[in-house]
Structures are given as structure tokens and as C-alpha cells.
């Protein structure tokens, strides 16, 4: 051999063998690739049908850029791979964050799409106990996760206020005790605030959220209150709450309010006005959630209800209004985008639950029920409500933490979320970002597992991972986006 004819030899560029990958095509043509470790790329269908062929040279930029994400076989980094999945899956490790306390099934309002099994204002045996919320706290504090989350929910809760002021201030006490990280969050419709409540829950660092479904009409429509204004008292103790968070005092942290919409389908076609409103109330961030047809939403979901693509387009309209509202210098994020940027560009886990691999039930959080009864979580509590306790895992009464988290339920949960596991999903492009819930395809596909070709919640969930990789294409939004979730 030549000198000449070996320096040809080692100037041919070498072709890709590919590691695992999955790859989507989206309408504009292009495709969406992805792995395992979370990293992603955006090809052209020409780009893509080089790569898989293995027809991408060495000495090209995209093949430096498929290597360096992990596509290229030979130029795989392996600690940064194994690096890159451990840091997403890091959650696996912690045991259950969040612990949510049902303080009582009643409640002033008859919201058209209750998930919570209130019963009304003066039913009674409905109520938690001190000793069963004491109980609860105690149990909370067994979990091995180093920070624990106690929210406490209803019904409305504030209608048992003197457990309520007991428990947070036992949490508060056991956690120095036990030297450990204690969040304490409420959610309440407002109707029952006083300034005196709202004094000792700022004191005691309880974080607040509430609902807000859009303007007066459409947040009334809603959420039913035949005691008044349900949307008037939302937005009085919004502003309340927002100015003592503004007014910070060194004793303790004031936390911003926050709240959560729930998306009906008298929502839609109204997503400015709903983002507008938002902005009024001097919210910073908006949860576009589309509505589950779990407890009183399923009886009524012909009448509130609405299809995957409804939601996406109503989604898609709500996003783009907001990123045209960010570029004016208007400061409002969309929390689902948040929380699947967060997994997409930063390759983290943002504490969201319902997308996890496998999904939050039992080993992210535990719901206890006002008797005491635990389930894998709040929506698996509501199809008990409804008499069908396939999602209970015991009682903070009788049972150990450790036969609580080892229970057939929480195993059974655990296994059919496993995105691995899931047909459809395993081969999916978003799968690295995507999480199933197995009572949504429990009460819609009677089946933990569902069917996902099927199955609405995965359709609706395809179409905002589309919307979003559709965005990132475009510089000046993407440069929006990832500033959302900037570190």
C-alpha cells in the first residue's frame, strides 16, 4: 500500500452505527428522534433517512452532533449516558414527597367537575380527626424522601379549621424534632378565609393555592357557590395573598399564591380571556390542565367534557398567546410546558407526578383519606369514593409504612406505568419525557394498562409534546421556552 492510498483510506468518512433510538415524524415533515438518557434532535426527513441507514459521515456536523447526544454507537459516552438517565430517574430512589391530607369531604361549593368526592357543607362523619391527621403527619415523616410535602385538601378544608391548625403546627413541630425538610401547602376555594386564618397559615410558611377557572362568568359557571360569588372571594384573597407575599418580613417566608385551572368545555374558544385574567390577577403562572373523566366530571362529561384534539387546539391557541405575551414583556409561564421543558432541555425531573416513569402512585405520593385510609393516590381515592377500592393501600390507623408501599396496589400501579413495559410506549419518541396513569386508564379503558392507540389521555399528551418540539424549532420562541426553565 501507497502512502497516497492510505492517506485515502483514512480520509473516507466513516459511517454512524446506531445506538437504540425512537423517532417520531411530525406534520411539517421533520422528525423527532430520541433515547433513552432524554436527549433529543430535531432532522430533516432527508437528515433521518441518512442517519438511519447509517449514511452520516464522520466528519460532518450533525453526525458530531448525534454522537455527542448518544446516537452513534462507537462514539457512545457512556458515564455520560448512564449520568443523563440516573439524574432523570433520580426520583426512583426517594420514596413518596407528597402527602395529601383530606380534611374532609365537605365543602360550600358544587363545582360541575368535583374530583375531590365532596359531600355538602353540614354532612356529616365526613370530618377528619386530630388523631387521624396527627397519625397522618407521623406517617408522612416515615417516608424516605429528605423532603416531604404535606398538602392538605377537601373538600373545602378550612370548613375543619381547628384539625387544620392543629396539624400544621404539629408538622411543623415533629419536623424540627426529626430534623427534617417539612413543605406545608392548602388548597381552598377562599370562601371561608378570614384574615386572622390567612395571618397564622403566612406565619406557619403554608404555601396557598386556589382555582381559577377564567373571568367571573366562566369561573362561576363552574365552580357553583350558593353562598355568593365563588369567583369574587378568588380574587379578593388572591390579591390579599399576593401583597403580603410582596411585603416579605424577616420572621418567615411569605410563598406567592398560586392557583389551578381546570379546563371544561365552556372554556373553550376562550383561551385569551382566560390568560388575561390570569395576568390581572398578577399571577405569574397558568396550568392549562385538561379535565379528567374521573368522579363527577365522568357522570357529565357529555355535557363538560370535550376530545383529545379539542384540548390540543385550545392548549396550542392558550400557548401561543402566551409566548406572544412574553414577548411583549408580560411575565406568565404555561406549567406544562414548564414541567416538559424541564425534562426535554435541562433533562431533569420537575416533581410532576402524572408524567412519570413509572407514575407518582404510592412511590411519589400517598392520599389519606378523613378515616384515615391511605391510597396510591388522590385520583385512585376518588374511584374509591365511588365504591371500588382497587387503588387502597391500607390505613394510617393499622397499617406499617413499609406494608403500605409494598402493597399489591402500589406494585400493580408501579408495573403498568412502567413505560417499558407499555407496547405503544416503548417505541415512542416522547416516552424519555411521557408518564401513563393507570387510574385514567382504569376509569376509561378498564384496565390498569389502558390502550394506548386508544387511549385519549395519550393522544392529548402526543399533541403537546408535538406543539412543543414544533416550537423549539423556532428560535425567538424557543429562546422563550427555554428561558422558563432556565438554570
Avoid at 36 to 41: E, P, R
Wanted: proline share 4%; hydrophobic share 40%.
Amino acid at each position: 500500500m501507497t502512502p497516497k492510498t492510505a492517506v485515502k483510506k483514512a480520509a473516507k468518512p466513516r459511517s454512524a452505527g446506531l445506538s437504540h433510538f425512537t423517532f417520531r415524524r411530525l406534520a411539517d415533515g421533520s422528525v423527532i428522534i430520541s433515547n433513552d438518557a432524554g436527549f433529543s434532535a430535531d432532522l430533516t426527513a432527508a437528515e433521518f433517512s441518512r442517519f438511519a441507514s447509517g449514511g452520516l459521515g464522520s466528519g460532518e456536523p450533525l453526525y458530531r452532533e448525534l454522537a455527542g447526544k448518544g446516537f452513534v454507537r462507537e462514539m457512545t459516552d457512556f458515564e455520560g449516558y448512564a449520568a443523563a438517565c440516573s439524574k432523570k430517574n433520580a426520583f426512583l430512589s426517594s420514596g413518596p414527597g407528597l402527602h395529601i391530607l383530606v380534611l374532609t369531604l365537605r365543602c360550600n361549593h358544587k363545582c360541575l367537575y368535583c374530583q375531590s368526592s365532596a359531600v355538602g357543607e353540614r354532612g356529616g362523619g365526613a370530618d377528619m380527626s386530630r388523631a387521624v391527621a396527627r397519625k397522618s403527619v407521623d406517617f408522612a415523616l416515615k417516608s424516605t424522601n429528605p423532603g416531604v410535602t404535606i398538602e392538605f385538601q377537601g373538600g373545602e378544608p378550612l370548613l375543619n379549621w381547628s384539625v387544620l391548625k392543629d396539624a400544621v403546627l404539629y408538622a411543623r413541630r415533629r419536623g424540627k424534632e426529626l430534623n427534617r425538610e417539612v413543605r406545608l401547602a392548602l388548597v381552598s376555594n377562599f370562601s371561608l378565609m378570614t384574615e386572622e386564618k390567612a395571618s397564622f397559615l403566612l406565619e406557619n410558611e403554608v404555601s396557598i393555592c386556589t382555582s381559577l377557572d377564567g373571568p367571573a362568568d366562566l369561573h362561576n359557571r363552574n365552580r357553583i357557590f350558593t353562598g355568593g360569588n365563588s369567583h369574587a372571594q378568588t380574587v379578593r384573597w388572591l390579591k390579599y395573598f399576593t401583597a403580603r407575599a410582596a411585603a416579605q418580613v424577616a420572621e418567615y417566608r411569605i410563598f406567592n399564591p398560586s392557583a389551578l385551572l381546570t379546563v371544561s368545555k365552556y372554556s373553550l374558544g376562550r383561551e385569551k380571556e382566560i390568560v388575561d385574567e390570569y395576568v390581572r390577577r398578577g399571577l405569574t403562572d397558568i396550568f392549562v390542565r385538561p379535565l379528567a373523566p374521573i368522579g363527577y366530571a365522568k357522570k357529565l362529561w357529555p355535557q363538560i367534557g370535550y376530545s383529545a384534539a379539542e384540548f390540543a387546539r385550545f392548549y396550542s391557541d392558550s400557548l401561543d398567546y402566551i409566548l406572544k405575551l412574553n414577548a411583549a414583556g408580560k411575565t406568565i409561564r404555561e406549567r406544562n410546558a414548564v414541567v416538559m421543558l424541564e425534562k426535554i432541555v435541562n433533562g431533569g425531573d420537575p416533581g410532576y407526578l402524572d408524567m412519570r416513569c413509572p407514575c407518582g402512585a404510592a412511590i411519589g405520593q400517598v392520599a389519606y383519606n378523613y378515616n384515615g385510609d391511605l391510597y396510591t393516590c388522590d385520583e385512585g381515592r376518588m374511584v374509591g369514593w365511588l365504591g371500588d377500592d382497587l387503588f387502597k393501600i391500607g390505613n394510617v390507623m393499622r397499617d406499617s409504612y413499609r406494608d403500605v408501599i409494598l402493597s399489591p396496589a402500589s406494585r400493580a400501579c408501579a408495573a403498568a406505568s412502567s413505560l417499558d413495559a407499555q407496547p405503544q410506549c416503548s417505541r415512542c419518541a416522547y416516552k424519555p419525557y411521557c408518564g401513563v396513569c393507570p387510574v385514567y386508564n382504569y376509569e376509561t379503558q378498564g384496565s390498569l394498562w389502558g390502550e394506548m392507540p386508544s387511549n385519549a389521555r395519550c393522544a392529548l399528551s402526543m399533541a403537546l409534546f408535538d406543539t412543543l418540539f414544533g416550537l423549539l424549532k423556532k428560535p425567538a420562541l424557543a429562546a422563550i421556552l427555554k428561558g422558563w426553565v432556565a438554570k
